[in-house]
């Protein structure tokens, strides 16, 4: 059975959520090699689509700090309210 680009995106998204957690960033090409190293069938162009598709769904966000990164997205503290 072929992997899915929602399936990428979700393990993609658990790989940013655990890191976060121990405090680390993940750029991109890091889900990438990740992603591409685990599954002989998938290629570059669906792992771009897996990121693509999480940062339109809001589910991650791209930080910029001395390096592109994507992250879960922050919660401002007045929208803690």
Do not use: C, W
């Amino acid at each position: 059975m072929a992997i899915t680009i929602d399936r990428i995106a979700d393990e993609m998204f658990e790989m940013v959520k655990e890191a976060q957690e121990v405090g680390k960033k993940l750029k991109p090409m890091d889900l990438q090699k990740t992603i591409k190293n685990k599954y002989d069938d998938v290629d570059k162009p669906m792992t771009k689509k897996a990121i693509k598709q999480l940062v339109d769904s809001g589910r991650l966000v791209y930080s910029y700090f001395g390096g592109t990164f994507l992250e879960l997205p922050h919660r401002e503290g007045a929208a803690n309210d």
